[in-house]
């Protein structure tokens, strides 16, 4: 059964940081991408960073200089470094995987929640 489960999200100040995690379990199709998305209560989801099967990165306006995302050894492993957080930044982050079949998969997704 294929599982994406993240981790790392909780309560910080402003300014300060926060790594999320991501580990993929029974893909057995190749990964094309791995993405962090967010959606706080009464808004759309939104992407936040994506890291292609190439190596590529690409991060949303909002974010960018202050997140980055990293892959691990293990190409089923992604990592989003949030430095920098702000109030606005609070929301439930959600971690997915593109197979090379375009199978979308999701994760139950981290709160993280900052406050000012």
């Known amino acids: 059964q294929v599982q994406l489960v993240e981790s790392g999200g909780g309560l910080v100040q402003a300014g300060g940081s926060l790594r999320l995690s991501c580990a993929a379990s029974g893909i057995i199709f190749s990964i094309n991408a791995m993405n962090w998305y967010r959606q706080a209560p009464g808004k759309q989801r939104e992407l936040v960073a994506t890291f292609t099967k190439g190596g590529n990165t690409n991060y949303a306006d909002s974010v960018k200089g202050r997140f980055t995302i990293s892959r691990g050894n293990a190409e089923n492993t992604v990592y989003l470094q949030m430095n920098s957080l702000k109030p606005e930044d609070t929301a439930v982050y959600y971690c997915?995987?593109?197979?090379?079949?375009?199978?979308?998969?999701w994760g139950q997704g981290t709160q993280v929640t900052v406050s000012s």
């Open positions: 997915n995987a593109i197979s090379g079949l375009g199978l979308v998969y």
